[in-house]
């Protein structure tokens, strides 16, 4: 299989510095949406929907929604390797918690299997110390959902980070997930809160008109 590039291929956006866009404080969540498509450059790809608390936009083709926290750094970003829009991510952080989702089209055939063999080789390339975490059991997971999660140390310091792909008609969807975690009940608490952020990522897409 031809190597897999872009977003699908590097994994690790997500523990990676990033730079903050500069928000106004105090404006109402949907006018950041738009201020935030126009300084990432991301008109006719990423669309602003209404909301009053949080940050919230929506990739057009795909349908993929991300909600991001107006307190946090947040970036969208389309990849050059690919045609504009069909390889795109929306990247959030407070410093403690990274959240990153991605939508891919591809141009080849490919299997969750072979989508998240490439992702967990970037994390372990990445972070040659990576543990391997067990996932809980989920018998009612679909087939075409594939998960991995880790123990990394970037900094000198503890991070749980996870990976998840999905594909969803003719796109991969994919959730990068990284907290701080110095201890068991928080690598706990970062497997809990990705698997809700990336339950309603796939419920809200599944909603979304195409």
């Known amino acids: ?10 994994g690790v956006l997500a523990l990676a510095p990033l730079s ?13 949406a738009s201020e935030l498509i126009a300084q990432s450059s991301a008109e006719g790809v ?8 949080v940050i919230v936009v929506r990739h ?4 993929l929604v ?3 926290d107006p307190d946090n750094r947040n970036r969208l970003i389309i990849f050059p390797q690919a045609a504009r829009g069909e390889d795109v991510a929306c990247d959030s952080t407070d410093g403690t918690e990274s959240v ?8 080849f055939e490919v299997t969750p299997q072979q ?11 990445r972070f040659p110390d990576a543990r391997e975490l067990p996932l809980a059991d989920a018998p009612d997971s679909p087939p075409l959902v594939q998960s991995a999660q880790f ?3 970037r900094d000198g310091a503890p991070y749980y980070t996870r990976v998840t792909v999905a594909l969803v008609g003719p796109w991969v969807i994919k959730l990068r997930y990284t907290l701080a975690a110095p201890d068991a009940d928080a690598a706990q608490r970062g497997e809990a809160a990705s698997n809700r952020i990336w339950n309603a990522t796939l419920s809200e897409l599944a909603q979304q008109p195409l």
């Open 1 to 10: 299989m031809r190597r897999i590039c872009g977003a699908l291929a590097i």
């Open 20 to 32: 903050a866009h500069g928000q106004q404080p105090g404006a109402p969540a949907d006018s950041r």
């Open 46 to 53: 990423f669309e602003a929907q209404p909301s009053d608390q």
């Open 60 to 63: 057009a083709r795909s349908g």
């Open 66 to 68: 991300c909600r991001l």
């Open 100 to 107: 990153t989702l991605y939508a891919t089209r591809l141009s």
């Open 115 to 125: 989508l998240i063999e490439g992702a967990v080789t970037a994390i372990r390339e």
């Open 151 to 153: 123990m990394v140390t």
